[in-house]
């Protein structure tokens, strides 16, 4: 049975960082691509970031181009998303996700998810 868990998330200043970070077991973890995503309340789920498989190719959300930060650690099974520079607009659930296929995460359609970690940015 796959699972994937996130960790990390937590109350934060405007202006601080966070890092998130997401394990996964069941799975080849080397071999799938990877994800970020968030919903905050009443908005739509939307795609923050995401990483091929090798880590060779990424993908960031407009919103948090040059803030957020995702890499992968393949030897420990591990993608972590580094959020720096925060702000109120950023507070959401954050969810990991997994895909054998980078398109996939892209399209924000991945097959494995896991339950969220809340992150809140006050004013």
């Known amino acids: 049975q796959v699972q994937v868990v996130e960790s990390g998330g937590g109350l934060v200043q405007a202006g601080g960082s966070l890092r998130l970070s997401c394990t996964t077991s069941?799975?080849?973890?080397?071999?799938?691509?990877m994800g970020w995503f968030r919903q905050a309340p009443g908005k739509e789920r939307e795609g923050v970031s995401c990483?091929?498989?090798?880590?060779?190719?990424?993908y960031y959300a407009d919103s948090v181009k040059g803030r957020f930060t995702i890499s992968r650690d393949n030897a420990k099974n591990t993608l972590y998303l580094q959020m720096n520079s925060l702000k109120p607009e950023d507070t959401a659930m954050y969810y990991c996700?997994?895909?054998?296929?980078?398109?996939?995460?892209?399209?924000?359609?991945?097959?494995?998810w896991g339950q969220g970690t809340q992150v809140t940015v006050s004013s």
């Open positions: 069941g799975l080849t973890f080397a071999d799938y691509a």
């Open positions: 996700a997994a895909d054998l296929y980078y398109g996939s995460m892209t399209s924000g359609r991945p097959k494995y």
């Open positions: 990483i091929t498989w090798s880590g060779g190719s990424t």
